[in-house]
């Protein structure tokens, strides 16, 4: 009751206040989206797809050169018509983006700041319920960024800070492998990420250049031995950095024509190693593998669009990926590491349909996505590695 | 009419019964019913309720779900709008303020005693039930056809029930519907005119008792609105409805 009686006290301050001597601008956007599709595996096996987003900000300007911009967004993402639980269950997850953004502009600087908070809930399992999702996670922080003209380049330079936390997350695997002396893996996956990245834009091109260091604050690398605590973890904690470099191009060939390709190289280097055990269920090691989780991935989109009338327009978008991993061998289908090579996997992800314009505010897309993949990985117990299926679906939007 | 009853709030359950005559998917709906009927209750209670705001010329207005809770459920519902601040009347960035209010009865259940009177049945108990929402919404026109709006509302469903032992799927059996949930919703959305008749609105909400997400998409013409209500955890995901409207 308390609350609101403090609310209806804020609206009717905000609503009876005196006028201000600078009038203020206040410019809202609104953003919906469903997405109900469905994918066919090489099987014939159906599977869905629903997904919700919701994105409501404003844009309030007290002065010319100050702009503050508060933003939610809430999105879901599950499986949609055929609910599936049980054996059937398919990976759900919502998430909910607080964000608040401050536009300073300085002459030819402007100087932005923002403070975000997100969190999510996901369920990976028909026993979890969405407060106890195993990977739900919250995160906090924030960036400030710099953008002004650097030698003919609109060049934006930006660093930020989030903190991750799991605050369900446990690895009963790991635990029991530890043994007698294992301490609980809660909290393992609780991360400081800090992010530096320069943005360039020239004519119709952009460019990038960003790295994001990653510092676990549990998890532990580990070894090839076991240490005095008994576990073959040492005291060195999880870090990880990636890594992203790329450029797009926008061009218009015509007036109905557009493409816009785009390059990108991903490098993942972490400190963390994999001690293999034959079974998900042994607790002794068979074998040690250095900077497993290293890796490097450039990929290449070429979307093109062709505008067929006033309010259709044709869409395609080829898109490639290629991971190789730099120190992982592959397995073979025994799960066998095999030596001489490193894995690698081709992803290719193909996505054309149309859009109509159905009103000032609304469209409606129908797509139609053929993915395949393949990969030098031939141990397919726990994951597929070689595939190939498509999806389609309709997709409602409306935005202001 | 106490079959009329059991296939009124239990219908899947009584065809699981008889497995070998239903589709595959009936028996696992009917037990994921039996595991959470107040959801899917709850789900027909939001079909009733519309959470957009009353058209900007009008002082507020009314409105009914026809299908498919009025019929065939008997669901009666009505849905009340009350502008109590017209946008920019008191400052230009002022919002239009809506009281928005919902009330329904299923039917079936309040001529049930009467009807079990006259089979003289001592075990029979009154079936009650609890079906409403109250809430406010903030609107805002950003161009001649388009409006955003935000609201809260507090919506309740409750429904105590008791019935003949019905099987499900051989092994399971109920016997009575105890289902009770109130949350408090949060809505964004936005409304799209076509033209002097004709509109479009969607909105999304948020539970937070139940971390509840649900959607809908409506075309509004002069009287008639048809749209489907998505809950994309729901029983059945996709509600299809037409309503009436009427402005004030």
Redesign the interface.
């Known amino acids: 009751m308390k609350k609101i009686a403090l609310l209806i006290f804020w609206v009717l301050i905000l609503v009876f206040a005196p006028r201000p001597a600078v009038s203020v601008e206040v410019v809202p956007y609104y953003n919906y989206q469903f997405t109900q599709g469905a994918s066919i595996s090489p099987d014939g096996d159906a599977g869905f797809l629903l997904n919700l987003s919701n994105d409501i900000g404003t844009i309030v300007m007290p002065a010319d050169d100050h702009s503050i911009i508060g933003y939610y967004s809430f999105q879901y993402q599950g499986p949609g018509l055929k609910r599936q639980e049980g054996r059937e269950f398919r990976e759900r997850y919502l998430n909910h983006v607080f964000a608040g953004r401050h536009h300073w502009s300085l002459g030819d600087m402007t100087l932005q700041s923002q403070l975000s908070i997100m969190t999510e809930r996901r369920r990976s399992g028909t026993n979890e319920t969405w407060d106890s999702g195993l990977y739900n996670f919250n995160r906090y922080g924030g960036s400030s960024a710099v953008s002004l003209d650097l030698y003919g380049i609109y060049s934006t330079i930006s660093l930020g800070y989030h903190y991750l936390t799991f605050p369900n997350y446990t690895d009963m695997l790991a635990e029991i492998r530890a043994g007698a002396d294992a301490s609980s893996t809660a909290g393992t996956q609780n991360h400081h990420s800090l992010r530096m990245a320069y943005r360039g834009e020239v004519k119709n091109n952009v460019f990038w250049l960003s790295f994001n260091p990653l510092f676990y604050t549990r998890q532990r690398v580990a070894v090839d031995r076991a240490q005095a605590d008994g576990s073959f973890y040492s005291s060195t904690k999880q870090r990880e950095l990636i890594m992203n470099m790329g450029g797009k191009r926008s061009e218009k060939l015509s007036d109905r024509v557009t493409i816009a390709p785009e390059i990108d190289l991903t490098l993942r280097y972490s400190n963390q190693n994999y001690q293999h055990f034959e079974e998900a269920t042994s607790t002794t090691p068979v074998s040690f593998h250095d900077d497993f989780f290293d890796y490097m991935e450039p990929s290449l989109t070429l979307p093109v669009s062709v505008r067929l009338g006033s309010d259709w327009t044709y869409f395609a978008s080829p898109s490639f990926s290629y991971r190789r991993y730099m120190h992982r061998n592959p397995r073979d289908s025994e799960g066998n590491f095999v030596g001489g090579e490193k894995q690698n996997r081709l992803l290719g992800v193909h996505t054309t349909g149309f859009r109509k314009q159905t009103g000032e505010s609304s469209a409606t897309v129908f797509f139609f996505t053929y993915q395949h993949q393949s990969s030098n990985m031939e141990f397919e117990r726990y994951a597929s590695y070689n595939y190939d299926g498509f999806s389609l679906g309709i997709r409602f939007h409306m935005e202001y | 009419m106490r079959k009329v009853i059991l296939i009124m709030v239990a219908g899947i359950l009584m065809v699981s019964g008889r497995a070998e005559a239903v589709p595959s998917w009936a028996v ?1 709906a009917a037990l ?1 019913f039996i595991s959470n009927p107040d959801d899917f209750f709850f789900n027909l209670h939001l079909d009733n309720v519309d959470y957009s705001p009353s058209a900007a010329e009008t002082k507020g207005g009314i409105r009914m779900n026809l299908l498919l809770t009025t019929l065939p459920l008997t669901w009666a519902n009505l849905n009340v709008k009350a502008q109590v601040l017209n946008e920019s009347s ?2 230009p ?2 919002p239009q303020v809506d009281i928005v209010g919902s009330y329904g009865r299923i039917a079936a259940l309040d001529i049930l005693p009467a009807v079990m009177d006259d089979d003289d049945d001592d075990d029979f108990e009154t079936p009650t039930m609890s079906d409403y929402s109250i809430g406010l919404t903030l609107t ?1 026109a ?2 001649p ?2 409006r ?1 709006f ?1 609201g809260y509302h507090h919506s309740v469903f409750a429904l105590d029930i008791e019935f003949d032992e019905v099987d499900i799927a051989g092994e399971e059996t109920i016997d009575s519907l105890n289902i009770s949930r109130r949350d408090n919703i949060l809505v ?3 409304s ?1 005119r ?1 033209g002097e008749r004709s509109s ?1 609105t ?3 909400g ?1 539970g937070f008792n139940y ?1 509840k ?1 649900f ?1 809908r ?1 409506v075309w509004h013409r002069r009287r008639f609105e048809l749209g489907f209500n ?1 809950y ?4 059945l ?2 509600h299809p409805f037409i309503g009436m409207h009427w402005g004030l």
């Open positions: 696992p994921r008191i400052r960035w002022t805002k950003v161009s056809e388009t955003l935000a964004t959305g936005i799209n076509f479009m969607a909105y999304l948020y971390n997400i959607s998409v998505i994309p955890e729901g029983l995901v996709i």
